[in-house]
């Protein structure tokens, strides 16, 4: 079987788009070092991981190119020249800019691309350094997600725990946009009192019909991660948002560093229940995404 998607993974080619964090060399990142992953991460090797595991179409998510137009132009030649492999696109837009509209349009004109992502919190070091949360106080912010939506783009939201409820009021006045929650929110604190923290704050955002969320980055803040230790993110996520808001993404190569695609999925494919695997793993990515993909 073939026909599962992965709907939240990059590739890079440090040659033909410039990525200052894969540049910065002995620079410790909130998920750790990323030193084996700075280097090419091309659709071949990624191809070469997923295939084995029944995947067969994608979502390649925006990376913190420096130019976020130079990125999505360049994924957008990777599916042109491999089209046996269906693959949608999410940019990096700043929904805050005065000329949004001639962006949009610019990014529109890219046939892979379906939505976009700027990054409200990473983890709360990193949050403080860079000043991403002050997008949520930003009313353009809000201006930015709902002219996204009247044009049918989606937003893939990453952020941390501690922002669930406030960015929730944001979202709401946005209905129109389809939201993709990453990584399940970041749950960073992984105790038992974290854990349950996280998913009470995360009702906030699985109250809201048009939010869906990924399973995907849950090795980013567990990096000896264990079926047994993801299990409470999975299954709140699945009965707080319900399997047809609910879909797969390995984050490689950022979660290459804590593990392999194949045992990545197969504990996902064991700790969701076979009956909703269609969901978790395919409609929902194909229905969020519009993405055109044929079944085995």
Excluded at 99 to 105: K, R
């Amino acid at each position: 079987m073939t026909d599962w998607i992965d709907a939240h993974h990059h590739l890079w080619d440090l040659e033909a788009v410039l990525y200052p964090w894969l540049m910065a060399r002995g620079v410790e990142r909130f998920f750790g070092d990323p030193t084996l992953i700075q280097r090419d991460y091309m659709l071949r090797e990624f191809r070469s991981e997923a295939v084995p595991c029944g995947v067969g179409a994608s979502i390649h998510i925006q990376v913190e190119a420096e130019n976020g137009l130079d990125e999505a132009r360049w994924v957008q030649t990777v599916a042109d020249t491999n089209p046996d492999w269906p693959m949608a696109q999410v940019v990096f837009c700043d929904l805050t800019s005065t000329d949004l509209p001639n962006q949009l349009d610019t990014f529109q004109d890219l046939p892979t691309v379906r939505g976009v992502r700027q990054i409200v919190g990473r983890a709360p070091g990193e949050d403080v350094q860079t000043g991403t949360n002050l997008l949520l106080d930003d009313p353009r912010f809000l201006v930015g997600l709902q002219e996204a939506g009247r044009r049918g783009l989606s937003f893939d939201l990453q952020l941390i725990p501690e922002l669930l409820e406030k960015t929730a009021g944001v979202l709401a006045q946005a209905p129109d946009a389809r939201v993709a929650l990453c990584h399940a929110g970041s749950p960073h604190d992984r105790s038992p009192a974290g854990l349950n923290d996280w998913a009470q704050r995360l009702y906030a955002l699985s109250d809201l019909p048009h939010v869906s969320c990924k399973l995907s980055g849950l090795g980013m803040f567990d990096h000896n991660w264990t079926p047994e230790s993801i299990r409470p993110i999975v299954e709140a996520c699945l009965e707080q948002f319900g399997p047809e808001r609910v879909m797969f993404g390995s984050n490689f190569p950022v979660d290459k560093l804590y593990g392999d695609y194949a045992s990545l999925m197969q504990a996902y494919h064991d700790l969701v229940p076979a009956e909703v695997h269609s969901a978790v793993f395919r409609e929902t990515a194909v229905r969020f995404y519009d993405l055109e993909v044929p079944r085995d």
